[in-house]
Structure formats: structure tokens, C-alpha cells
């Protein structure tokens, strides 16, 4: 299982957290780096992933509005894809 830890005091923007996503699943050259493309990506993804966000309370103050559409689309995503995994701690 690959594990993905996302430490809100690491992150300043939903750029790091798009860099760091794609970087540890080796997202294709051609992504995107915004929310459909994530969704799109994590969906085809086929080996088991954790992803998880640690110090949300951090994450919610330095992106706002962007880390709730952001839970969304991981949590939507994790209930289409049942090798994904989306722990809040």
C-alpha cells in the first residue's frame, strides 16, 4: 500500500498539496494540477493509497474555501475508487 502524508504546517498553497500528490503517485507529465484532474488521476489509480491529512485545522486556515473543495473531491473520489484511502488525523 503507498501511503501519502499531506502535514498541514508543510503546506502554503493547494499547488504544494497538487506537487506532492502527483509526485509521490507519478502522476503522468500531462496533469493538470487542479481538482478535476486530481479526481480524474486518483480515480484510475489501482494499487491500495492512503492519503493522509494531518493538522487540518493549519490546512484550513492557509487554504480556505480551497481545502473543503479539496475534501471533497478526495473523499468523492475515495467513495468511487475502492483502493483509495482518505484519513483525516
Same mark, same amino acid.
Given at each position: 500500500?503507498?501511503?501519502?502524508?499531506?502535514?498541514?504546517?508543510?503546506?502554503?498553497?493547494?499547488? +504544494?498539496?497538487?506537487?506532492?500528490?502527483?509526485?509521490?503517485? +507519478?502522476?503522468?507529465?500531462?496533469?493538470?494540477?487542479?481538482?478535476?484532474?486530481?479526481?480524474?488521476?486518483?480515480?484510475?489509480?489501482?494499487?491500495?493509497?492512503?492519503?493522509?491529512?494531518?493538522?487540518?485545522?493549519?490546512?484550513?486556515?492557509?487554504?480556505?474555501?480551497?481545502?473543503?473543495?479539496?475534501?471533497?473531491?478526495?473523499?468523492?473520489?475515495?467513495?468511487?475508487?475502492?483502493?483509495?484511502?482518505?484519513?483525516?488525523?
Amino acid at each position: 500500500m503507498k501511503n501519502i502524508i499531506i502535514k498541514g504546517s508543510d503546506i502554503f498553497g493547494i499547488a +504544494d498539496i497538487h506537487e506532492l500528490i502527483a509526485d509521490a503517485l +507519478d502522476f503522468p507529465e500531462y496533469y493538470d494540477k487542479n481538482l478535476d484532474a486530481l479526481h480524474d488521476c486518483l480515480g484510475d489509480i489501482s494499487e491500495e493509497t492512503s492519503i493522509t491529512l494531518m493538522e487540518c485545522d493549519i490546512l484550513t486556515d492557509r487554504l480556505g474555501v480551497s481545502f473543503e473543495k479539496l475534501m471533497r473531491v478526495l473523499n468523492d473520489t475515495a467513495l468511487e475508487n475502492d483502493n483509495l484511502y482518505i484519513i483525516e488525523v
